[in-house]
């Protein structure tokens, strides 16, 4: 009986050893941070490879490949004739899209690393402004992986609440969902480093516009609201310029009227305290009243301006239309995108400034 | 001392074989006689002569000289009865069965003859008492509490236990083991308190035992183990009287061994090897504390070198981005994949404390040293093993260490080995199916035929609160479920908790 049982597990041991996973010993793989892809002609693209490289000393440095094929697995395959170890996706940080490649369309290129188990959730996507494959060749930072540092800057601003969290997982989930389009930070090149652009807009995994930096604040918060975020607002009764911190936000949108005639209104409460103020320091607590209503209004008409533009182009990536879906009970997608543009949505703030000067 | 009356006592036990049994006194005489240290001589009075026999390297020769001896000759005695009478020395003994004659001869009496032609003779203990000084314990030191650890007498140990526990219910069962060594063998429990299948599981077992010679209390775990092919002991060995104390008064059954510093305690519970007696001097928060940290760093040293191979090997995915760094540098140079280089300084380790638990203290401090200095910079800096890893193996190793029970020690050691292979194999999976075969084993495991696991299984809520928490001690009104006690209370929980700070 010992005997049987003993032998069964060593031909188990034996026998299965083959339906294992093949090892990837950490030090004899090349861990791809950062895939970008460009647009190059009629079908094909550009894959280009960021591998950093451990050195003993304990520098890091870049290495790039690069190949032009059809379909991922082919500009793979490319790839892996120029490498001395495997290449894997385990480590993957960032996928980066060419603006013309963000246009064509990123679902297919995508949906690659949504099914790869290996892929973490919480990888991100980008659109550059630009050819990726020249910024991924041609940046240089000094001891750093390259991947790692672009997620880095995006996390970053995720954490400041100047972009709302966005990761693959994210990005999939918007875009299936009905009334509301995704979006995906922009990175652009300035003065030779690279920096938060903007957002850029898709419709059904198509880059169609993008906003600008100017607009990532109140995007950020129209669209996740704010725990601590901040703004720089102009107070034109003063003339003074008035900076705002640790505000804690929360976009509520009433929903009034029925599915054929919707009545929308965005409702803010704003809290926060004042951080800097550019006009006389002086008597601020008399002043206070006076900003709330000033903010109130300067806040209200970009909220307002930013929601118009965005109907315009027939974009929902604040998802006013996922809401309404939850509030109207024959909600529809066609008869609302048709609708959706011509919607006249109100915004309004309730600015309340809790502190003005206390001194740390 | 000893080792020459074990030796003795063989020489005595083949000599045996070979004529039988002696069936009279004079047969006996001349058997013992082929041995250099019996004496024997006669002492002749105007009454008679006396005959005086006995092994000179077991007894007390201050004894026969002080006490015997001047007795003897200065006054008369016409016959044995006399001399009994004389001598002053209690319980001496007066038999004329050859049996336990040699029995007593080989255990530290004298003899007196008048006639040596009959076998009616005196017998007088004086066994010398070569004992070691009760000193401080060595292997459960703590740094609160008594300082009292058994030594290697059986009646100072039994001592030891019953000047902690005065009560009549504390009873002693002697019996004696081994065909050739015929160690003396008591068992300990509280009557009323200690459960009755119990004590009688332990008594038969013991009484079972078939073997020649028990030379330490880990014999007889060894002996009388539920499951002697589990590598975790199943009873607790403990050099500490008052442990063993509070075992007993817990409802718990000891045994000691003569000859042996240690007292094993049982049933028991896996988690009880992980609580060291000092935790009952701190106060409950701290205790638990401890506790905690204890199990943390059991788990640790179980997991941690295996958990390490299966993520280089398999699951880079998982490791950390702020991390990988800092592993892909030192794993970089090293010619090894992660599992020889674990295996390496696992060994590398082992050896370590092998060789410096075999050595007299002071070289073994430097061998420890040398080893964890020297040997590990030195393999690093070859680019053998990476210096994450030998953070690893060297803190697992540590972690080891804070078993407060030293065979738990060494078996955590042990079953890392299977893991590493484990995580070679299949990576993280392997690890799981070694744990399931782990906790398989565990939930099997019996300790006198009460459950190993308890209470977590099966689950005993009200035991834990002397587990991996240590509850303070008025939550402690109640005995263990797991030993069935006679009587279930340890003391009344509404009179605790009155408090008379003013006099009404």
């Known amino acids: 009986m010992m005997i049987r049982i003993i032998s069964l597990i060593l031909a188990c041991i034996l026998l299965m050893a083959g339906c294992t996973t093949k090892q990837e010993i950490l030090d004899d793989i090349n861990l791809i941070t950062l895939i970008g892809y460009d647009h190059t002609d009629d079908r094909k693209s550009q894959g280009t490879v960021a591998v950093p490289q451990y050195k003993p000393d304990g520098t890091v440095q870049n290495e790039y490949y690069s190949a032009i094929g059809e379909i991922g697995q082919d500009i793979g395959q490319q790839l892996a004739l120029q490498t001395q170890r495997p290449l894997v996706n385990g480590k993957l940080e960032i996928v980066l899209f060419g603006i013309e490649f963000a246009e064509k369309g990123v679902i297919e290129t995508n949906d690659i690393f949504r099914r790869d188990p290996s892929v973490s959730a919480n990888m991100k996507l980008a659109v550059y402004d630009g050819n990726v494959h020249d910024f991924i060749v041609n940046h240089r930072i000094p001891n750093q992986d390259l991947g790692m540092a672009l997620t880095k800057l995006i996390e970053q601003n995720s954490k400041q609440e100047t972009f709302p969290r966005t990761n693959i997982h994210l990005f999939f989930r918007t875009y299936f969902t009905k009334g509301k389009d995704p979006f995906l930070p922009l990175l652009g090149m300035k003065d030779g480093k690279v920096y938060l652009k903007g957002v850029s807009l898709f419709k059904e995994g198509k880059m169609v516009s993008a906003l600008p930096a100017s607009d990532l604040t109140m995007f950020t918060l129209l669209h996740s609201g704010f725990d601590s975020g901040s703004f720089v607002l102009p107070v034109k009764e003063l003339n003074a310029e008035v900076s705002l911190g640790h505000i804690d936000a929360e976009p509520k949108v009433e929903m009034r009227g029925n599915v054929n005639s919707p009545q929308i209104t965005y409702t803010i409460k704003l809290k926060g305290l004042i951080n800097e103020y550019s006009g006389d320091i002086k008597g601020i607590e008399k002043k206070v009243k006076l900003i709330e209503k000033s903010v109130n209004s300067v806040l209200e008409k970009r909220a307002e301006s930013l929601i118009n533009s965005l109907q315009q182009q027939g974009l929902d990536p604040l998802g006013i239309g996922k809401r309404a879906n939850a509030h109207y009970r024959d909600w529809d997608v066609k008869e609302w995108n048709e609708q959706y543009p011509e919607l006249d949505i109100k915004v309004k703030f309730q600015t309340n400034i809790t502190e003005s000067g206390v001194i740390r | ?504």
């Open chain 2, 1 to 504: 001392m000893k080792k020459f009356f074990q030796k003795w006592m063989n020489s005595s036990q083949q000599t045996e074989n070979k004529k039988n049994e002696p069936e009279t006194l004079s047969d006996l005489i001349d058997m013992a006689s082929s041995s250099k240290d019996f004496v024997r001589y006669k002492i002749k009075k105007e009454t008679g002569t006396i005959y005086i026999s006995y092994i000179k390297t077991l007894i007390d020769m201050d004894t026969l000289h002080r006490d015997i001896l001047p007795y003897i000759q200065h006054e008369k005695q016409m016959n044995l009865e006399d001399l009994k009478g004389s001598i002053p020395i209690d319980n001496i003994l007066l038999s004329e069965k050859v049996p336990e004659i040699k029995e007593k001869l080989l255990s530290g009496y004298i003899i007196l003859q008048f006639d040596t032609d009959i076998d009616e003779c005196l017998l007088i203990k004086a066994l010398s008492a070569s004992n070691r000084e009760v000193a401080a314990p060595e292997i459960e030191f703590s740094v609160l509490g008594p300082k009292e650890a058994f030594v290697e007498s059986l009646d100072k140990n039994l001592h030891l236990v019953r000047k902690r526990l005065p009560t009549m219910n504390l009873t002693v069962e002697e019996m004696r083991i081994g065909t050739t060594s015929k160690t003396l063998i008591s068992v300990l429990y509280v009557k009323g308190t200690a459960n009755e299948e119990n004590i009688n599981t332990v008594i038969q077992r013991i009484r079972e035992i078939e073997f020649d010679q028990i030379m330490d209390s880990s014999f007889i775990t060894q002996l009388i183990a539920d499951n002697q092919n589990s590598p975790f002991p199943q009873l607790i060995d403990s050099e500490r009287p008052d442990r063993v104390s509070a075992a007993l008064s817990e409802g718990k059954i000891a045994i000691l061994v003569e000859g042996s510093p240690h007292a094993l305690i049982g049933p028991t519970t896996l988690i009880e090897f992980f609580s060291s007696f000092e935790d009952y001097f701190l106060n409950w928060h701290v205790a638990t504390t401890f506790r905690v940290i204890r199990m943390f760093s059991v788990m640790f040293s179980v997991f941690a070198t295996p958990i390490y191979v299966a993520v280089l090997t398999y699951h880079y995915e998982l490791i950390p981005k702020d991390l990988l760094g800092i592993l892909v540098t030192s794993r970089s140079n090293i010619p090894f994949p992660p599992i020889l280089e674990a295996v390496i300084l696992e060994l590398a380790i082992e050896l370590l404390r092998e060789a410096g638990a075999r050595l007299p203290t002071k070289v073994g401090q430097t061998i420890g040293i040398v080893g964890g200095i020297v040997i590990g910079t030195a393999s690093v800096e070859a680019g053998l093993t990476s210096n994450v890893l030998l953070i690893i193996v060297a803190l697992a190793a540590l972690a080891s260490f804070t078993t407060p029970v030293y065979k738990m020690g060494n078996t955590i050691r042990l079953i890392r080995f299977p893991f590493l292979l484990f995580a070679q194999l299949w990576g993280l999976l392997g690890i799981m199916v070694c744990f399931c075969f782990l906790l398989v084993h565990l939930l099997r495991v019996e300790s006198l035929g009460r459950p190993y696991l308890e209470p977590l299984y099966p689950p005993r809520l009200q035991d834990l609160k002397d587990t991996i928490v240590r509850l303070p001690f008025s939550a402690q009104s109640l005995r263990p479920i797991n030993l069935q006690t006679e009587n279930t209370k340890r003391f009344n929980k509404q009179k605790a908790k009155q408090k008379r700070d003013i006099d009404e």
